[in-house]
């Protein structure tokens, strides 16, 4: 993907995008960060589009989460820019000039993403219910009400309507994160990440939890991008697979594509060992 200057049109990076003609939702660019003498993300150039679903896949290592907690600013990238929804993430505009983000910036933009944890990151003292309502009442500012009309539906609507009261230790893996899908929708994000959410999961609950985010991605208007090790699920799902690689897309396309004809042999490779395991 080519990089842009700061006033060059982002249409040029939306590409592979499933609405290319749309302003993307997510974007970065020149995005590097390094840990230690560890380079894990060089120079990224990556959007996405709006509501488009996007799967990333790729070795250990190759900055698949890292990019999902830059957006979710657990992680303040080295250099280059990040743009959610057309406002920069880790800076803001003074006249001409682009200036370190502040806390208070950095969480409005932030309102805008949603994320789904590998290991669901629940309240253990809360119940599901006020796991749910909490940020939407202290964030969005939401009445104690119309949270909890907001938590009830997406409670019901995963499943889980007739465990309002229960307490996580009471739920199992499958049902944790399915409890941590309703909470981050509550929030109404335009943008929703998924971070390998069934790695954690006992194999007979990893079905249960595809399909809610399978249904999501159908009905849903949010753009969403799923880190999986799930290939089945990423070819089923996504509009766009992109294979990270070092740091950097290595190669992305159509699932059809990717999954049957890359053309990186570094993807080969990858896919050769995940599908063969």
């Known amino acids: 993907m080519h990089a842009t200057a700061d006033n060059a049109s982002e249409q040029d990076l939306g590409a592979g995008a499933a609405k290319p003609s749309a302003e993307p939702i997510v974007s970065f ?10 380079h894990v993300l ?16 790729g070795p250990s290592g190759s900055g698949k989460t890292t990019i999902l907690r830059v957006l979710m600013t657990l992680v303040r990238p080295d250099s280059g820019e990040v743009i959610v929804d057309g406002e920069q993430l880790y800076h803001r505009r003074v006249g001409e000039r682009l200036v370190p983000a502040d806390e ?3 969480r ?19 119940r599901v219910l006020r796991n749910v309502t909490e940020a939407p009442i202290h ?30 230790a009471q739920l199992s893996g499958g049902q944790k994160q399915r409890v941590a899908i309703a909470r981050a929708l509550a929030m109404r994000p335009k943008v929703m990440l998924f971070d390998e959410v069934t790695s954690a999961l006992d194999p007979e609950l990893v079905g249960e939890v595809l399909s809610i985010i399978r ?3 159908k009905e849903g208007e949010m753009a969403m991008l799923i880190v999986t090790h799930e290939m089945s699920f990423a070819r089923d799902i996504a509009d766009r697979v992109v294979f990270f690689d070092d740091g950097q897309v290595a190669e992305e396309g ?12 570094r993807t080969q490779a990858f896919l050769r060992a995940v599908l063969e395991h």
């Open 139 to 168: 964030v969005l500012g939401l009445s104690k009400d119309e949270a909890t009309q907001r938590a009830t539906e997406l409670l019901d609507m995963v499943g889980l309507g007739d465990k309002l009261e229960a307490f996580p």
């Open 108 to 126: 409005k933009v932030r309102t805008n993403i949603g994320m789904v944890f590998q290991h669901f990151n629940l309240f253990p003292h809360m």
């Open 29 to 38: 660019r020149k995005v590097s960060k390094s840990f230690g003498d560890v």
């Open 104 to 106: 208070r910036h950095l």
């Open 215 to 217: 249904k999501l991605a």
């Open 254 to 265: 159509p699932p059809e594509t990717i999954f049957t004809a890359p053309s990186n042999p």
């Open 42 to 57: 060089r120079e990224l150039d990556f959007d996405v589009g709006p509501a488009e679903k996007v799967a990333i896949i």
